[in-house]
């Protein structure tokens, strides 16, 4: 039987932004991810959440889908999806950029594949480990769509690599990595001292904010 690894992208940052981030969620198509997914959904039910593609940024400042949500319960709701996150079978990493150390668009570009290509390197073998590698990014930023492709069909035979466009709203996975890509923002603003009255209603202080979720989050690092 064939072994397939999923790759979901997921990006923080723009063109005004300071700080740009790229996060890749591993995950083997063989292990079972339908029984935290059915928990979550019907913790939502239980709840009487109703249940949208989680988008951790708008889930915290009350936009979009949670505008009408009173900041107690996005933070259950939060929680809710940080816990099925835990029951995952799932690894990942995210590369953090200073935009300004690094420079425009094409450096970034650079950058982001060099760093890509260094990590299946270091994995190699586990990235060989599998027949297929099936890489999930929904296309939004430009320079993350040509420094994947290169550094992934560079790194690994093309003939291992599949493309699939892909909308947050339709893979789970997706919105883990979203989660995951505002996770390690938020501990970027703790350590430098940014971080937002809206982070602090989330998460409380730095040390809270380690305990509760960036460690947990991290023992699922590859």
Do not use: W
């Amino acid at each position: 039987m064939p072994l397939d690894l999923s790759v979901m992208v997921d990006e923080s940052g723009s063109e005004d932004s300071r700080y740009y981030l790229v996060t890749l969620v591993f995950h083997d198509q063989g292990e079972n991810i339908a029984t935290p997914i059915a928990v979550y959904e019907a913790s939502l039910r239980e709840r009487g959440f109703d249940d949208v593609p989680f988008h951790a940024s708008p889930l915290m400042n009350g936009h979009d889908d949670y505008e009408n949500l009173d900041i107690e319960t996005r933070k259950r709701m939060f929680s809710a999806f940080f816990m099925m996150f835990q029951h995952m079978p799932v690894r990942y990493h995210t590369f953090f950029y200073v935009k300004r150390e690094v420079g425009g668009a094409d450096a970034l570009t650079a950058r982001i594949r060099r760093d890509i290509v260094n990590l299946i390197f270091d994995k190699l073998a586990y990235f060989q480990s599998y027949d297929s590698v099936k890489v999930y990014y929904d296309g939004g930023q430009g320079v993350v769509t040509k420094a994947i492709r290169d550094a992934v069909e560079y790194a690994l035979s093309k003939n291992a690599v599949v493309y699939r466009g892909a909308s947050p709203s339709q893979y789970r996975l997706l919105q883990v990595a979203d989660l995951l890509c505002t996770l390690e923002l938020t501990e970027a603003k703790y350590q430098r001292h940014e971080q937002t009255a809206t982070d602090e209603k989330v998460f409380g202080t730095h040390g809270r904010f380690k305990k509760l979720y960036l460690r947990v989050a991290r023992r699922k690092l590859l």
